[in-house]
């Protein structure tokens, strides 16, 4: 998955199944719904730990941009059945 540095803030491209995004602490900020799938975001340091006890965000299956602006203190892990995704953090 490659990231990309845009103004401060990272970009995970391509996003697709249960992904590690970011270890430690900071903020997502915005979800592409590239190719629309149901996506689930939580605070966790592995994609193993990703559970309903710790679930930031559930993102509906429908296209566009989301705005989510919100905090995580272990990682980011992104949990998504199918579809692609772009998500922005810091």
Known sequence: MPLDNTNGQQVAKGVTGTVLIKAGSGRVVVVSMITPAALA???CATTGAASAANQI????????VVSVNLPFLLGLVAVAAAGVHAISYN
């Open 41 to 43: 975001l939580h605070d």
């Open 57 to 64: 965000a559930a993102l509906p299956s429908a296209a566009g």
